[in-house]
């Protein structure tokens, strides 16, 4: 009896992986948009990439743990792209070797784009139409569709943003929905980044990948 995991209910997504990405023999990926996944992404088991309502981008080296769940959940009540600030926001993402703008930007639909380095913990779910480089969403965390959060910004376990809000860089959002702005000086961001690079390289031993699977 084949022990592979039987596949999602739902429709197979159209994709581009970068080869050094691991996608977990049981995470689930499914929708209609584009997902794309950049360098050393790691999807972990149970963990859900929805494109139903927009594609899905993640930049190199973000970690989704198990049951996290990234993308746009309804098509409802679609945000004013036109209008809305862009703190912080890199326009690259290193999946092809090339510089690109992702559809949302130009306001043509409407998705999440994870930049480098984001690390989404276990329960979390995140519908924000942008997560700056080096953030983190903490165990069942939830970011709001529209959302737009800055660099290296901390969600807490359990915390909840509004739709449509904005992060500026370096806010942590801690107990009953109170913030702070911590500073990236002497390059505080820059090593909490290695440390994630260092935590990736072992997590890259530990999941068992199923990349051919999701091919298209």
């Known amino acids: 009896m084949s022990t592979r995991p039987s596949a999602p209910k739902g429709p197979k997504p159209p994709t581009s992986l970068h080869p050094s990405c691991i996608i977990a023999e049981n995470a689930i990926l499914t929708g209609t948009h584009p997902i794309t996944l950049s360098a050393n992404v790691i999807i972990h088991p149970r963990a859900r990439l929805n494109s139903t309502c927009g594609p899905i981008t993640l930049g190199s080296g973000c970690i989704i743990e198990e049951k996290a769940s990234i993308g746009l959940l309804s098509s ?15 326009r690259y993402m290193e999946h092809d070797g090339s510089n690109e703008e992702d559809e949302g930007d130009r306001g043509e639909v409407e998705g999440v784009v994870l930049e ?23 165990v069942k965390a939830r970011v709001g569709r529209g959302c737009v959060v800055g660099k290296h910004c901390k969600i807490s376990p359990l915390c909840h943003i509004d739709e449509n809000d904005i992060l500026q860089d370096g806010t942590v959002v ?10 990236g000086l002497g ?24 990349l051919e699977r999701w091919r298209s």
């Not at 801690?174 to 702070?180: D, H, L, M, S, V």
């Not at 390059?187 to 199923?210: F, H, I, S, Y």
Request: without cysteine.
């Open 76 to 90: 409802a009540n679609p945000v004013d792209t036109r209008s809305t600030p862009q703190p912080g926001e890199v």
């Open 174 to 183: 801690y107990g009953t929905g109170q913030r702070r702005i911590e500073s």
């Open 116 to 138: 480098n380095g984001v690390f989404v913990e276990v329960g979390a779910v995140v519908e924000a139409r942008r997560v700056g480089e080096g953030s983190v969403v903490e």
């Open 187 to 210: 390059g505080v961001w820059e090593k909490r980044m290695e440390v994630r690079r260092l935590r990736a390289e072992v997590e890259r031993g530990l999941v068992k990948g199923d």
